[in-house]
């Protein structure tokens, strides 16, 4: 055996284990046959053996070994054989006997063969359907483990919702936060921008003042104090 079959034998073996984990998982539970579709219901009874298919290879073989007993003894009936004498007369022989034995005991013992087989499979088959029937009624053991799985599932649901929502509220919130952060920082900067602008214009009345001061003065002329101007009214 080359290395590279090797390899693709390793390769095929693990890909079977891990087909048979997820099927282990997913479709061999009994509470997961509700939930699947026609095509992994039937895999799910398959691997669950919920249906026997030796009862139908053994009863296809029955039909099939009695139809070659009668068929082949009825041929067997026109058998004929020559054969030489005492005197060197040739002589022919019947042979047909063991075609008619063949038509009456062969499907005899057939029948007692395969009855035999069938008594075994028909007996499990009805420990099967009891059992059924038994799993089937209110209160029975199966059905606690059933309603057992369900409420696990139900209860393993319920905590993932949970951590779903806690999880969409923790986004939400951080969101709000960030949203939040980023008004304050605009209305910082609009404030530092207002701060600033108003800055640059006293800076640049400042400057005109220090450049122009007679121009300003003639523009904004002091009052004069009250007591010069009763002074000049005596």
Known sequence: MSSATTVFIVIGVVLALAATIVAWIMIVPENKR????????YLHDLFNFKSLWLEKILKFLY??????CVIVGFVLLFNFSSYSGIYGRSHVRWNGWIGLLLMIFGPIINRIIYEFLMMIVLLVKNSMDIN????????SR?????????RREEEAAARRAAKEAERAACAQQQYMQQQYAQQQQLQQQQLAQQQYEQYGQQYEQQRYDQQYPQQNMQQNPQPEAPEANQDNNG
Do not use: H, R, V
């Not at 509700?34 to 219901?41: E, G, V, Y």
């Not at 059924?132 to 209160?139: E, R, S, T, Y």
């Open 63 to 68: 039909i099939f070994e009695t139809f070659t």
């Open 142 to 150: 199966y059905q606690e483990k059933l309603a057992e799985a369900q």
């Open 132 to 139: 059924d029937k038994l799993n089937a009624q209110p209160g």
């Open 34 to 41: 509700p939930k699947l579709n026609k095509f992994f219901q």
